[in-house]
């Protein structure tokens, strides 16, 4: 077999290499195809060709709104149909949205589809209610990686991609032994205008004060990584879209207790910046259903804009005190600018007494 495991016996895809042919999926939102975006678009695949690789819009991935939330069916068909050709390398998410959940169906009770994904393991790259996404290929025994998207990242504004995000999708070119997840030292406010009169615009960007910061712990933790949006993990366990618990329940969406047994857990907050209340409701979830008696630490992501910064830290120390989790806050991933790329499955040390965060393992075949 072609392809190899990781430590937690996931399936790595192999590196992308210039020349390798990349598609773009929309599995949540379908704002791609709408016509304020095209200039994004357009965009992204420039950046995607000036790294060597050929995009590929997949044939729904353009829909629009409208169509995208009343056909489920027609995302999932995307993604099969990307796993399914063996020109294809690498998938990337156009951006998330809030019910990916819905393709649940359609891909998890399809056994060709789940037969391709394990004969041909593939690059797949989001963020976001992609958590969800990935969750799926994760029960399907798939690594994939929460990072950087089509909309947010490849189609950033500016002249360039920023400096951080651009060296983590660099990588997905390159098979280091290790990788190191550092603090970036600029990190950037969202943007309010998309529109084409921002194309060349800077982002209001900050000097990074924080660095990673270990709210508890010492020496080191290690184990695979599992988590994702907070948001999208919460909603899996208390159903705020219809069906979503069902759903989720029915296909094993969410990892039982047990899975997360020896995990490090990674959470990060989405650009809705839940009041530090929400924040604290939506850990008592994680910590109802079992979570933090099972994994080994959590890594959290910095909140976009720095928005409740020393809220969230607060309440992450005080929802995880029985458990004496060791703890790192304000990692470069998620929904704050830059981001870095972690692995599912991937295994990683967090380093208490140097606030180093390692992955520990290539993360291709």
Known sequence: MPFSTNAAGRLKPRSLRRGDQVAIVSLSSGILGEPATAHQLALGKKRLRELGLVPVVMPHA?????????????RAADLKAAFADPEITG?????????????????MADATFAEAV?????????????????????????????????????AELDTA?????????????????????????????????????????????????????????QGQVRGPLLGGCLESLDDLLVNHLPNERTLSEQYGLMPTPEEWH????????????????????????LKAYGIFDQVVGIIAGKPQ??????????????????????????ANFGHAYPRAALPYGGMACLDCTQKAFTITEPFFS
């Open 262 to 285: 020896g995990k490090l857990l990674f959470i990060e907050t989405s650009e809705e910046r839940p009041a530090p209340a929400s924040y604290r409701l939506m850990l008592q979830h």
């Open 118 to 154: 394990r004969q041909q393991p593939k690059l797949f790259t989001g963020f976001s209610d992609t958590t969800i996404d990935h969750l799926m290929l994760y029960r399907l025994g798939l690594q994939s990686f929460y990072g950087p998207n089509l909309l947010n990242d490849l």
């Open 91 to 107: 998938i990337i998410a156009a951006i998330g949205g809030e019910d990916t959940f819905r393709l649940a169906p359609y891909l």
């Open 305 to 330: 804009n720095e928005r409740y910064y020393a809220e969230y830290k607060q309440i992450l120390l005080e929802e995880t005190e029985p458990e004496q989790l060791p703890v790192l806050f304000n």
């Open 161 to 217: 991609m920023l400096p951080y995000t651009q060296a983590t999708f660099a990588h997905y070119l390159t098979n280091p032994a290790t990788t190191a997840i550092t603090a970036s030292p600029v990190w950037y406010e969202e943007r309010e205008d998309f529109s084409p009169a921002a194309l060349g615009t800077a982002r209001v960007s900050h000097r990074e004060t924080h660095g990673l910061e270990i709210l508890r712990g």
């Open 62 to 74: 353009l829909d629009g709104l409208a169509a995208l939330a009343a056909h489920p069916e027609h």
